[in-house]
């Protein structure tokens, strides 16, 4: 009897779940859906759910609009501040986790207010330095910009995951003559590994998805796709089938990437707080 | 010996980090103060000088000002209730026994993937656009005459877009805390007859009352610079209907070159975002010596 129950809860359960799944997934849906139609089909009044696929769309978007050259910059600016942080961050995090002095602490909670500091805090200065130093739209800058931004959750993700390994093994190397650079490159880093592959996919997913300096940083030559789909919100920008094609391809890697990285990213968003 | 060695090394490997955070912290920081006190506009750049707390009495005192302060307010309270609640109860959802439970999470977790720009826009066309938009069809549908949403409630619209991209956030996060609570625990209370709703109030709530806590500050930081969904969406309007503090300084900066004034709005919305600072690294802090 107390069995019949559970089990009728459990399909309820189920149900609900889907269903709500389903409505939450369903924006995305939808603009996957509407990529593949005509532009005419698009904005069909009652909306087609049965229509005939056309990949006319992403040729355009892709043959078009310099589609290409976004793509490419989110790549290198994601990839490259991804790559410069860490160099950055993991022997900071080395020194933090394996020999901590008393202002350790301190130091790891100052590195992560500046996280809290608002972008528009520090707006003028920045845009007005980048604009002397002639790095105003460029990739560079961005990239630089980029890896300052997520330096503080690099460090920490970083610093969380190296406590959990045993200091003794590091010891170890060192017993037997092993140099500083051996011992994290040979050591450290491949027991880590596990741990910096997730500060590196949270940081890419991060970084893809910025959008407050990239708007304001960015014009027509370093402009991420992040900017690019942001040019669609002009009034006669009303292509929904080639929009959607674009955001569909904007937002495809991030959407694998992350599925792929979903645990990691609690201990990530939440600075080790929840695990 | 070796330890001070490793202690001097130890620094030095630390000061890239430490020195990098520094300028791009403080030194702008520094910048914005001193620029809040000046007489300066990048279309009349040869008119500067010290100009006391005029940038202040002038931002303060725009009407937009207060629109702009309670609009931040409205957005992040009003997304905080939303994906908390919401949270709360989706995490007690997907914490039971689902069937296909990893594509259920996949399905949820997926809006906070989806970068701003692209969330705010399929909303804009696709679903609150008054002609052509699903709700639209819908409201037609039960003859119900469709909302211009952005004309009518743009801010709510905002709140209703960032909250869809920040529901997973809060969701995963409590899920998680939900999934390290004690069994044995949960028996006892079974046992000595306790009914679901004390259940929750008694163990559970108190057992989330911790990640609850950190998705509400984490939540709050991101909130407050919230940009690119009004950008693309209102550009603040109609009038000043959805400007928040973000776009009103970015207002000032980028599109009136006001570069005094919109360094008063950035220190302004500094100490906003330090009150909120303080409390979460508080709380955080309180982990890091467990």
Redesign the interface.
Known sequence: MARKITIQHQLGFTLLAWFLGLLMFFPIFWMILTSFKTEIDAIASPPLVVFSVTLENYIEVLSRSNYLKFFSNSVIIAGGSTLLALVVAIPSAWAMAFSPTRHTKNVLMWMLSTKMMPPVGVLVPIYLSLKYMGLLDTRFGLTIIMMLINLPIIIWMLYTYFKEIPSEILEASRMDGAKLWQEIIFVLLPMALPGIASTMLLNIILAWNEAFWTLNLTAANAATLTAFIASYSSPEGLFWAKLSAASTMAIAPILILGWFSQKQLVTGLTFGAVK | MA?TQ??T???I??L???V??FI??I???T??IY?SFQRYNLLNPSRRGFNGWFNYEFFITDPAFFAAIGNTLLLVTGVLAITIIGGVL?GL??N??????G?????????????????????????MNPI?G?FA?ISEFFGVPPTDFFAVIPLLSIVIIVA?QW???AT??LL??LQ?LDQEQQEAADMDGAGIFSKFYYITLPHMS??IT?VIL?ET?FL??I??EI???TNGGPGTASTN??YM??NR??LQYD?GG??A???I??I???I??IF??R???K??EA
Not at chain 2, 96 to 101: D, F, M, P, V
Not at chain 2, 109 to 118: A, D, E, H, K, L
């Open positions: 330890t490793t202690k090394l130890s620094r490997m630390n890239p980090a430490i990098l955070l791009w912290m030194v702008p920081l910048m914005t620029y989706l959802l997907l039971q026994a689902i069937l296909g439970r594509i259920v999470r996949i399905l949820f977790i997926s809006p906070f993937f989806i970068m701003p720009t692209v969330s705010a826009l399929i909303w804009k066309n696709m679903l052509y699903i069809h869809w529901l997973p956030f995963l996060i998680t805390a390290s911790r990640a950190v984490i930081i407050l610079s940009f690119a950008l693309v969406t503090l973000t300084v970015y900066a980028l570069i919109a360094s709005g950035g220190v919305a500094v906003l975002a330090n909120v600072a979460l690294i709380s955080v802090g982990n890091l």
